[in-house]
């Protein structure tokens, strides 16, 4: 791998610059793309903080830094264009950063099994799950990418329900499900069976939570874990669910499984 720190630096000048461009007049647009810039710039301390915590070489950190940096690259023209951050309602974003990123050459001068193995992180971070045939490095960033912004993206929503919550007439940001005081039996069956959902099943804001509880069923490393319950994001979530017998077997369900996980990490080494 030879993304150098030299590299790393133009990536993130890019970046800033590329960004800052899509500020315009619209309070509503500018608080949804500031939204999705400073999730970057967090994904990247919980990459860095994964990274340490695996014990990548210095060089392959920086791969890693490289990926969480450009892996929602997709989405500030996706806002822009449509007005919306939900994949199925407008187009797939971690694609769509791919094409931003091969417009602007922005990883011209890596070797093309390096290209390839960033591209494939970052246009495979939004899949429900992995492609099968994925091995060695390609693999371990795709992974990486995954529990990263996982990381963030619990840490940005429970900040934001509580936001909504407290200041809901204040609140800027899209909100990509109505928020009815119901949820899918069957997002709950799944969570409950260990399933992973699809995002087209999911109909209220509740359910999109549902989701975000279930992900620690898609957890690769037991430092993400750890992160997730040090952080108690899960605790959080569920604040923001109704309490329903439903709800409760769910909560047991998911805590269970992260008691059980971590355990068994620990017997291991
Ligand atoms: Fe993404």
Not at 75 to 81: K, N, S, V
Not at 118 to 140: M, V
């Amino acid at each position: 791998m030879l993304v150098e720190q030299k590299q790393l630096e133009k990536f993130r000048a890019w970046f800033d610059d590329y960004v800052a461009g899509f500020y315009g007049d619209d309070d509503y647009v500018n608080a949804n793309l500031k939204m999705k810039q400073q999730h970057t710039h967090r994904t990247r301390s919980e990459m860095q903080y994964l990274a340490q915590e695996i014990g990548l070489s210095d060089n392959q950190k920086q791969v890693a830094d490289a990926i969480a940096l450009f892996h929602d690259v997709g989405r500030f023209e996706q806002f822009t264009i449509y007005g919306t951050y939900n994949d199925a309602r407008s187009t797939n974003h971690c694609v769509l950063g791919l094409k931003v990123l091969d417009r602007a050459k922005v990883l011209e001068n890596l070797d093309p099994t390096e290209r390839q193995c960033i591209a494939g992180a970052i246009e495979y971070h939004g899949r429900r799950e992995l492609p099968k045939d994925l091995d060695g490095e390609s693999l371990l960033f795709a992974k990486l990418i995954r529990d990263a912004d996982k990381l963030d993206v619990f840490y940005t929503v429970t900040e934001y329900y509580r936001q909504y919550r407290d200041n809901g007439e204040q609140f800027m940001l899209e909100l990509e499900f109505p928020d009815e005081p119901g949820y899918s039996a069957k997002v709950v069956e799944g969570v409950l069976q260990g399933r992973l959902i699809d995002y087209t099943q999911l109909r209220t804001l509740n359910d999109a939570k549902l989701i975000q509880l279930g992900w620690v069923y898609d957890v690769n490393f037991p430092a993400t874990l750890k992160r997730i319950r040090q952080r108690r994001f899960l605790e959080k979530l569920l604040e923001f669910l109704p309490r329903t017998p439903d709800i409760e077997k769910v909560k047991d369900k998911i805590f269970e499984y992260v008691a059980a996980r971590l355990s068994r990490e620990r017997e291991l080494l």
